[in-house]
Structures are given as C-alpha cells and as structure tokens.
Nanobody
Framework: EVQLQASGGGLVQAGESLRLSCTASGFGHDDYSIGWYRQAPGKEREGVSCITGDGTAHYADSMKGRFTISRDNAKNTVYLQMNSLKSEDAAVYSC?????????WGQGTEVTVSS
C-alpha cells in the first residue's frame, strides 16, 4: 500500500523559510513523480512544484526563484524548500505521487505566514 507523509509546516514570519518533507512508502522503486499542491481558505487548490523520478523539477511561475524541490531517493523523501515566504503562501500544502496511471495523496501540512 502506497502512503505519503507530509510534514514540516508551521508558523513563520514573512520573509522566513520553511522546508516541507513528503515521505513515500510502499512503492519499492523510485520511478514516480511527487508534486506539491497548496490550498488556501476560500481558494482552489493550485500546483506548486513537482519532481520526476529522474530528478527533473518543475515550478509554478509564482514560486520560481523562491521555492526549491529536491528528492533523496535513499530516504524516499521529497523536500520543498520555501524561502522568502509571503502572506499569500499561507495554505495547507499536500503532496501527491504519480506512477503510471495511479495517483496517491498524502495528508496536508499547514503553513501559516504572519506579516
């Protein structure tokens, strides 16, 4: 059974950084993509960043330059380093794994940014 565990959220001040982690279990291989999504209250869920099994990273335009996604296959973990956080980055962040036609979601981790 594939499971995803997201962690690392918290309360920070504007301009500070956070690193989120998404740990996958149950795949038995590294050939899956992991994506980070976020949803703020009253808003639709939006894609933040994703990374393929071979390490190719993609970012939403508004996150380029501030967010960095990486993965440590030895730990089955994908990280999202978020720098220079803004109040509009506050949301529940969730990770999603995709392998072939299957998609899996983990629970979210909440990021709160105070100004």
């Amino acid at each position: 059974e594939v499971q995803l565990q997201a962690s690392g959220g918290g309360l920070v001040q504007a301009g500070e950084s956070l690193r989120l982690s998404c740990t996958a279990s149950g795949f038995g291989h590294d050939d899956y993509s992991i994506g980070w999504y976020r949803q703020a209250p009253g808003k639709e869920r939006e894609g933040v960043s994703c990374i393929t099994g071979d390490g190719t990273a993609h970012y939403a335009d508004s996150m380029k330059g501030r967010f960095t996604i990486s993965r440590d296959n030895a730990k089955n973990t994908v990280y999202l380093q978020m720098n220079s956080l803004k109040s509009e980055d506050a949301a529940v962040y969730s990770c999603n794994a995709v392998y072939r036609e299957n998609a899996y979601w983990g629970q979210g981790t909440e990021v709160t940014v105070s100004s």
